[in-house]
């Protein structure tokens, strides 16, 4: 009889012990553990406290844009692709092109709060293309300009009015080179993709194609200007040809005056420095003032999952990160810059960050040089980039001049073009 009490006592507990519902779990992807992999954890514990019936699972993330990429290319309609992934915007179109990935514009169009989220028209238009919403933009940057205060007073500059031109930093980044001791004048990590070489490009008023897409146009005056104010970089600003990560050891070390690379490694930048110098941020210089642009780097947030289910909390998900909380962890964590208008205004989130983080401002007040990272047409764009990279290598290196660098890389970027693009 105990027995029997026992049991049903356990049994009525059973039933009053109320059910917890079912979890959601969508398995996520993101590129470059190095820059993102804190900035994901944090997000992610955020969100799965705001919505505990979701589970997020993070699948093994990519060094690259360009790895990520071609793992989802192959994992596409499979069972191991993720239910999301975090694209580079300059790869998006490669997966619209393909019809790899879900469009986001049925679900924003039933969204009535959406609008008022932060979301602008120009930051979404950082992630449409053929006429779909391929994601939202989470991770903007473009290039900014780091300087060493420290070695600038040593070569006789001035770290509170430093150049705008290109002319003078190269004749700074002399200077600085010439303090001896191992220092190095300059670095400008043109490396690794094409992105660096576009802000040139861009920042002299030029374009990578024509505007029908049918021929190379960065082989004109604009794209030559580049080439040879970074073949000028070597020869009067005494840039050497390090490797990306080199360069950036040599910066931290405090062995480097000027150096230019991309908003989004600030954070990076600012740990490895720690103390030893004083470290300071500036406007990127631009070759033409007035018709001048830069690149945005970065990435946007994919869906990828055709389950219902899943498709309403990765959804939810997406406008998390790219929303206000999710960029007002992204910025501090990384220096990008915010992809959410309503992220950077407001004191709940960044505003009061920036005033009292200098070092963040810079690429926060280029926001309106910002246009998009050119995506070339076509199967064959990571070919088209790693083409541009090896002549500008021969470049840097100082094995051709800027004229044969441009004639090559324009060849080279035409034979990879798709051939219905070709006049």
């Given at each position: ?5 026992a049991g049903?006592?356990a049994g ?12 959601t779990?969508i ?6 553990p190095?820059f993102?992999?804190?900035v994901?954890?944090?997000i992610?514990?955020?969100?799965m406290k705001?919505?505990?019936?979701v ?17 989802i290319?192959?994992?596409?309609n499979?069972?191991d692709?993720?239910d999301m992934s ?5 790869r998006?179109?490669?997966l619209?092109?393909r019809g790899?990935?879900v469009d ?14 932060g979301?602008?028209?120009t930051l979404?238009?950082?992630?449409r ?9 989470f991770?903007a ?5 780091y300087?060493?205060?420290?070695l600038?007073?040593k070569a006789?500059g001035?770290?509170?009015h430093?150049p ?6 190269l ?8 303090l ?21 490009l861009f ?7 024509t505007?029908?897409?049918k021929?190379v146009?960065f082989d004109g005056?604009?794209?030559l200007?580049?080439l ?13 040809a390090?490797?990306s ?8 070390a405090?062995?480097m005056?000027?150096?230019f690379?991309?908003t989004?490694?600030l954070?990076?930048?600012?740990n490895g ?9 500036t406007?990127?210089?631009v ?6 642009r830069?690149?945005t780097?970065?990435?946007?947030a994919?869906?990828?999952t055709?389950?219902p289910k ?6 939810k ?7 206000p ?9 990384t220096?990008?810059?915010p992809?959410n208008?309503?992220a ?8 009061t960050?920036y005033?009292?983080?200098?070092l963040?401002?810079?690429?926060l007040?280029?926001?309106d ?7 070339f047409?076509?199967?064959n764009?990571v070919k088209v980039?790693?083409s541009?990279?090896?002549n500008i290598a021969?470049?840097?290196?100082q ?6 660098a441009?004639k090559a ?5 035409t034979?990879?073009?798709p051939?219905g693009?070709?006049p």
């Amino acid at each position: 009889m105990r027995r029997w009490l026992a049991g049903l006592a356990a049994g009525l507990a059973f039933l009053a012990t109320p059910v917890r519902a079912e979890q959601t779990e969508i398995v996520v992807h993101y590129p470059m553990p190095g820059f993102f992999k804190s900035v994901m954890e944090t997000i992610s514990t955020e969100y799965m406290k705001q919505n505990p019936d979701v589970k997020i699972t993070f699948a093994s993330p990519s060094p690259t844009y360009e790895e990520g990429l071609q793992l989802i290319l192959r994992q596409a309609n499979s069972a191991d692709m993720p239910d999301m992934s975090f694209i580079g915007l300059n790869r998006l179109r490669v997966l619209a092109e393909r019809g790899v990935g879900v469009d986001l514009k049925p679900f924003i169009a039933k969204d009535a709060g959406f609008k008022d989220e932060g979301f602008s028209e120009t930051l979404l238009n950082l992630a449409r293309f053929n006429g779909k919403q391929m994601g939202l933009a989470f991770a903007a940057s473009n290039p900014i300009f780091y300087y060493n205060a420290d070695l600038v007073r040593k070569a006789g500059g001035d770290p509170e009015h430093m150049p705008t031109k290109w002319d003078d930093v190269l004749k700074l980044a002399a200077k600085i080179d010439a303090l001896g001791d191992g220092t190095v004048g300059m670095g400008y990590r043109w490396m690794g993709d094409d992105w660096m070489f576009s802000a040139l490009l861009f920042g002299n008023g030029g374009t990578m194609l024509t505007a029908d897409e049918k021929k190379v146009a960065f082989d004109g005056p604009e794209g030559l200007a580049a080439l040879t104010l970074l073949d000028r970089m070597v020869k009067e600003g005494k840039m050497p040809a390090l490797t990306s990560d080199a360069m950036v050891q040599s910066f931290t070390a405090g062995k480097m005056g000027l150096f230019f690379w991309t908003t989004g490694g600030l954070k990076s930048i600012i740990n490895g420095v720690g103390g030893k110098f004083d470290l300071r941020t500036t406007k990127m210089p631009v070759i033409n003032a007035e018709k001048g642009r830069l690149p945005t780097g970065g990435n946007a947030a994919v869906m990828f999952t055709k389950d219902p289910k899943k498709q309403e909390a990765v959804y939810k998900f997406i406008k998390f990160v790219a929303g206000p909380f999710g960029q007002s962890v992204v910025v501090p964590g990384t220096g990008y810059v915010p992809t959410n208008e309503l992220a950077a205004k407001d004191d709940r989130f960044l505003k009061t960050f920036y005033e009292k983080n200098p070092l963040y401002q810079a690429g926060l007040s280029q926001l309106d040089l910002m246009i998009p990272w050119y995506s070339f047409p076509g199967n064959n764009g990571v070919k088209v980039t790693q083409s541009m990279v090896d002549n500008i290598a021969q470049l840097v290196e100082q094995k051709v001049t800027p004229e044969q660098a441009l004639k090559a890389m324009s060849q080279d970027v035409t034979k990879l073009l798709p051939k219905g693009n070709l006049p």
